[in-house]
């Protein structure tokens, strides 16, 4: 392909992200800061123009930018504006602070610790398989206090919603498709009227008892779920898959975070740096805009470039290089109104896997003849499999 865009526009599908993000992403930012696509929309690729688009949801709206999932119910708060956004958020707010998140961290430990627990004698585990999905599902379950045996079919419901959205106006889905669609929304639609009635003691439970006077509708908690199932889970999967990716290629690295467990926060921050779970945002511009020079017609989808703006030469230096003690305000939570609500708790769950990991396997590496890819375009980037090998142990 070309490195720039013609007339009609840059391919996304074009950039070459499958071996490395950085090849894609510096196409996307040599083709300029707010770069036409072929699709009509526009794609923001610096630090300053990502900023800019994130903070002002009244010129560059959510509220139609999640259409494509394809959701029955309404996607809150990730698919709405201020201020109905606002409402919504400051419902949430006060169930994922840092000291909720911390309470979380126990359970967490000791979920990453039984799945450890199920691959350290053998020597050899694809890690996305047998940690990476099935840990933020169990994160999830506690965090809506449902019972940790639906983990697996919680998740096999997730990845057909998730192929829907992809397919969304293609092609008709399949029928068994519909029917894990609809199992899937009979169980959380099961779980909201649980949770009316006051049962449990999970999130949606005690969000109900703290908005009584301002309560949302079954269909808003239903739509509130579905958020969590689809901002929730393939985020710290892919993040977690890239990162396991990037250390067994990687053994200056991997030994940086066995020698000094402190370092791991930091190291974590880097890497969703590198490597955001969502190469980009969308949003819809909901009036002609100009940025960098550039005309975005009203009605315009806008892709905010997480991944390009993350590696921006003009904020950062060395910008393609992981430093674990570099210090950078990354992207890669978004910004502005809709920063993710489960930024902290994301941030234990990825500390906890890499502490517990590394503590009880140090010495790992990709099995022999592994090439990593990741499926491109895709919303969220990761690597479908991560097949590890190492000394089998009994700690
Ligand atoms: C590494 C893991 C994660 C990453 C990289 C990530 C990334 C993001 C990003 C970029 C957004 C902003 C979307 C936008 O501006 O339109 C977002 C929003 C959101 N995230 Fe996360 N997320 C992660 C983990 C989580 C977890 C664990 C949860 C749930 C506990 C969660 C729940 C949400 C929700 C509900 C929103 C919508 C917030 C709003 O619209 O106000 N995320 N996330």
């Known amino acids: 392909m070309s490195d720039q ?13 499958a071996d490395d993000r950085g090849l894609g992403y510096a196409v996307l930012r040599d083709a300029g800061p707010v770069v036409r696509l072929e699709d009509g929309g526009f794609m923001v690729t610096t630090r300053e123009g990502a900023d800019y688009v994130f903070k002002n949801p009244e010129i560059f709206s959510s509220k139609e930018a999640f259409d494509t999932l394809g959701s029955p119910v309404p996607l809150l708060p990730i698919a709405f504006d201020p201020p109905d956004h606002t409402r919504y958020r400051r419902m949430l707010q006060p169930f994922f602070t840092p000291r909720t998140a911390t309470e979380l961290e126990e359970s967490a430990r000791e979920q990453v610790n039984r799945l450890i627990d199920g691959v350290i004698e053998r020597g050899s585990c694809d890690v996305v398989a047998d940690l ?49 669609a609809m199992q899937l929304f009979e169980y959380a639609g099961a779980h909201v009227a649980a949770c009316r009635a006051g049962k449990g003691n999970g999130v949606l439970t005690r969000l109900f008892a703290a908005t009584e006077d301002d309560p949302l509708t079954d269909e808003e908690a239903l739509g509130l779920t579905f958020s969590f199932i689809l901002a929730g889970l393939d985020s710290a999967t892919n993040s977690l898959s890239t990162m396991f990716g990037r250390l067994a290629a990687d053994p200056a690295l991997r030994r940086q975070l066995v020698e000094d467990p402190s370092l791991i926060p930091d190291a974590v921050e880097e890497m969703l ?5 969502n190469a980009t945002i969308p949003r819809v511009a909901t009036r002609d805009v100009e940025l960098h020079g550039q005309l975005i017609p009203k009605g315009s989808a806008v892709g905010i470039g997480i991944g390009a703006a993350n590696r921006d030469a003009a904020e950062l230096a060395d910008p393609d290089a992981v430093d674990f003690r570099r210090r950078y305000n990354h992207l890669t939570f978004g910004g502005g109104p809709h920063r993710c609500v489960g930024v902290h708790l994301a941030r234990v769950e990825l500390r906890v896997v890499l502490e517990e990991w590394h503590r009880r396997i140090p010495e790992y590496e990709l099995a022999p003849g592994t090439r990593l890819q990741v499926t491109w375009p895709s919303g969220s980037i990761g690597f479908d499999s991560v097949p590890l090998v190492f000394s089998p142990s009994i700690d």
């Open 132 to 180: 990476c999905k099935p840990f933020p599902a169990e994160v999830f379950l506690t965090l809506f206090d449902l019972p940790l045996e639906d983990r697996d079919r919680l998740l096999a419901w997730k990845d057909v919603i998730i192929k829907l959205a992809v397919l969304a106006g293609a092609s008709e889905p399949a029928p068994e498709a519909m029917q894990s």
């Open 5 to 17: 865009p013609g007339m009609d526009g840059l391919r996304l599908e074009e950039l070459p992200m």
């Open 273 to 277: 740096r590198i490597d955001p779970a």
